[in-house]
T-cell receptor, first 111, second 113 residues
């Protein structure tokens, strides 16, 4: 069964303390892995799409990487404004309609 | 990319009434979707909105409860019918461009009393 698991569920960092969020997946034929940021009460904001193992993408303090089994979202020197829930989703080859979502990692960055 | 707007942004409704949520995309997109997100939970797909034909519903969601229209490539509506407090949630419109990426609207926060 296709599945996406994110860890940890929650993470609290001090400002400037770098860390990584994990998204492990089991799908039959990966067509894309997506990272989103979601602030409370708002819709998910698109961050990255990764298509193949070895691919990396960066945006400001965020860097996403992909292997055949998992993806990491690295946060370098985070700031309080990076506090949000980070969602991972995958799109498999067999189901054109539906993204398979993880439950998210809630990140809090303390000043 | 695609910029998506939703109306209303929030509403408080009485049990037994219906609410229609509008979704407008700033460019033509290949697919449009409606999601529900309960507090503290991840996203649940309600249905895929098909242009000019009936929406494709996921298990647990039915047309009588969540009628959907998509008259053109950039606009869709979701109606939440005969509402109960269990329908209180955030409803999200989403659109997929020619590439795989899906973009989301800001959401409609619905509270049913």
């Amino acid at each position: 069964e296709d599945q996406v698991t994110q860890s940890p569920e929650a993470l609290r960092l001090q400002e400037g303390e770098s860390s990584s969020l994990n998204c492990s997946y089991t799908v039959s034929g990966l067509r894309g892995l997506f990272w989103y940021r979601q602030d409370p009460g708002k819709g998910p904001e698109f961050l990255f799409t990764l298509y193949s193992a070895g691919e990396e993408k960066e945006k400001e303090r965020l860097k996403a990487t992909l292997t055949k089994k998992e993806s990491f979202l690295h946060i370098t020197a985070p700031k309080p404004e990076d506090s949000a829930t980070y969602l991972c989703a995958v799109h498999n080859a067999g189901n054109n309609r539906k993204l398979i979502w993880g439950l998210g990692t809630s990140l809090a960055v303390n000043p | 990319s695609a910029v998506i707007s939703q109306k209303p942004s929030r509403d408080i409704c009485q049990r037994g009434t219906s609410l229609t949520i509008q979704c407008q995309v700033d460019s033509q997109v290949t697919m449009m979707f409606w999601y529900r997100q309960q507090p503290g939970q991840s996203l649940t797909l309600i249905a895929t909105a098909n242009q000019g034909s009936e929406a494709t519903y996921e298990s647990g969601f039915v047309i009588d409860k969540f009628p959907i229209s998509r008259p053109n490539l950039t606009f869709s509506t979701l109606t939440v019918s005969n509402m109960s407090p269990e329908d209180s949630s955030i409803y999200l419109c989403s659109a997929r461009t020619g590439q795989e990426t899906q973009y989301f609207g800001p959401g409609t926060r619905l509270l049913v009393l």
